[in-house]
């Protein structure tokens, strides 16, 4: 990956700025009461004023607006308290109207932006709504399918000012920027089902040089393209400046399966799209009390609760962000914390041993593995109170899985309750004295280490349910028996 060193060493700077279209969670359209489902069948989704017939009038869905503020607020951006929808022009077949409603002269906000871990504040140039054109599929032939169901989704467009030096803060922001939303209730930020796409602007120039001709990079469906895809595009305009050719100011389509951009259509530019107020759609005027009560409503958001964490709980900085990576996952932190009043314990549970499971699985979140927090908070109560060892810990935990009993159930069931019986604990350690001379004599004369030795065999006779503290204490003691 790129950064602001390794671009400088080559005696360029890269500038890149990203335009990120979010999906806001509604369950109808941005202008009619279609539903914005994905999956469902080709153009099953429509109504006259996503097919673009003549008199079919938009009408604007509060509930968009309303997720659309949250964002704003979430980011911190300054709202418009009057912006305004206007007509986009554009000839391509996947809105038949002609045009898409959107937001350019007045957005709904403006300002604001997102801090990454180095210090670096990346701002935000604006804020728009817009809705979502359909799907065109090129690849059949002399013909094109349009599928139109996606047709008037509501999208918010976040435009960042070209702050960014690397792909490496590219993928952070993005990181950043979904967590946000996601938080605030925005959006489900699922790239595979398209309600988060980017499309990444790429400069070179050199230090102290006005800034070069950019390219503007489509098709990037995930934060690896991304991050590849501007790599490469570095790389090419690299090879076109120091060769003394021009970089032409174009759109570019990123091609995963060759790992290269090649040339979509020439940029178009603002004159293009001939905007003018859409004269449908009166502006959009946002009140100094419903922005407030927007305001009040904002939950607590990534950054403060890893902040929180760290400062009450005690956690890593790494632990805090594993367990921010998705408000399902933080959530199920703070209430498995609150359950058992260890987060410690639960925080090192759910980053470490859950997070595995999650990934060995493909899933997101522990209630996918039919674990809750009151489950978990019995688990940490069992260890703590000298019931399981670690180990045994662990079998329960994926037994927890796939079973409906409760831990303690599971516990009795498989027979890992920890042997305390100091009788059992010291026949187990006298067999493994015996069979083992010379860890035994280093363990006397001082060489601690040496009860590893011991330890081990102890617990393997044991079926790995002594208590290990009983077990050390044990052979410390008969050692010291043994030598007196």
């Known amino acids: 990956m790129s950064s602001p060193s390794a671009s400088a060493a080559t005696g360029w700077n890269t500038v890149i700025g990203l335009e990120v279209h979010c999906q806001l969670a509604t369950r109808t359209k941005l202008f009619c009461a279609c539903a914005a489902e994905f999956g469902a069948p080709p153009n099953t989704r429509v109504c006259p004023l996503c097919l673009g017939a003549p008199g079919a009038l938009p009408v604007l869905n509060q ?12 980011l911190g951006c300054t709202p418009d308290p009057a912006s305004r929808f206007e007509r986009k022009h554009y000839f391509y077949c996947d809105l038949p109207k002609g045009y898409q409603i959107s937001q350019f002269a007045r957005p709904l906000a403006r300002g604001g932006g997102l801090e990454l871990a180095s210090g670096k504040f990346v701002r935000l140039q604006r804020i728009h709504m817009e809705e979502d054109a359909g799907k065109a599929i090129h690849d059949r032939g002399a013909h094109t399918l349009v599928d139109l169901n996606r047709a008037g989704v509501p999208l918010i467009e976040i435009v960042s000012e070209a702050d960014l030096s690397g792909a490496e803060e590219a993928h952070e922001y993005l990181t950043r920027l979904k967590e946000t939303l996601q938080f605030a209730g925005v959006s489900e930020c699922d790239m595979e089902r398209g309600s988060l796409r980017c499309d990444v602007n790429v400069s070179l120039h050199r230090p102290g040089t006005p800034w070069g001709t950019r390219a503007e990079l489509k098709n990037l469906n995930s934060f690896k393209n991304v991050v590849a895809a501007i790599e490469h595009e570095r790389a090419r305009q690299r090879v076109e400046l120091e060769a003394g050719r021009r970089v032409r100011q174009e759109t570019r389509l990123w091609d995963p399966e060759r790992a290269e951009t090649r040339t979509l259509r020439s940029k178009e530019n603002e004159q293009d799209y001939r905007y003018f107020p859409d004269p449908d759609l009166p502006p959009l005027v946002l009140d100094a009390a419903t922005i407030a009560r927007v305001r009040a409503e904002l939950p607590e958001l990534p950054a403060a609760r890893r902040a929180r964490w760290q400062r009450d709980f005690g956690l890593t900085p790494y632990d805090a962000g594993v367990l921010s990576a998705s408000r399902a996952l933080a959530d199920f932190f703070e209430e498995s914390a609150r359950l058992s009043q260890r987060p410690k314990e639960a925080a090192n549970w759910l980053a470490n041993d859950v997070a595995a499971a999650l990934a060995a699985a493909r899933l997101d979140t522990p209630a996918d593995l039919h674990l809750t927090p009151a489950r978990l908070a019995q688990l940490i109560a069992l260890v703590a109170d ?4 670690i180990g045994g810990a662990r079998s329960v935990l994926k037994a927890l899985f796939t079973r409906a009993a409760t831990p303690a159930e599971l516990v009795a069931e498989l027979g ?13 350690c006298r067999v493994a004295i015996a069979a083992n001379a010379r860890a035994a004599a280093d363990a006397r004369a001082g060489e601690l280490k040496a009860l590893g030795a011991l330890i081990g065999p102890v617990m393997k006779a044991s079926g790995g349910r002594a208590n290990p503290a009983a077990v050390r204490e044990a052979l410390l003691r008969l050692l010291r028996e043994e030598r007196a």
């Not at 509930?63 to 979430?74: F, I, S």
């Not at 000298?386 to 060892?389: Q, W, Y």
């Not at 009788?423 to 187990?428: Q, S």
């Open 386 to 389: 000298g019931t399981l060892h």
């Open 416 to 428: 890992l309750a920890q042997v305390r019986d100091t009788a059992a604990i010291d026949d187990w």
């Open 63 to 74: 509930g968009a607006v309303a997720l659309a503020l949250r964002a704003a607020l979430a």
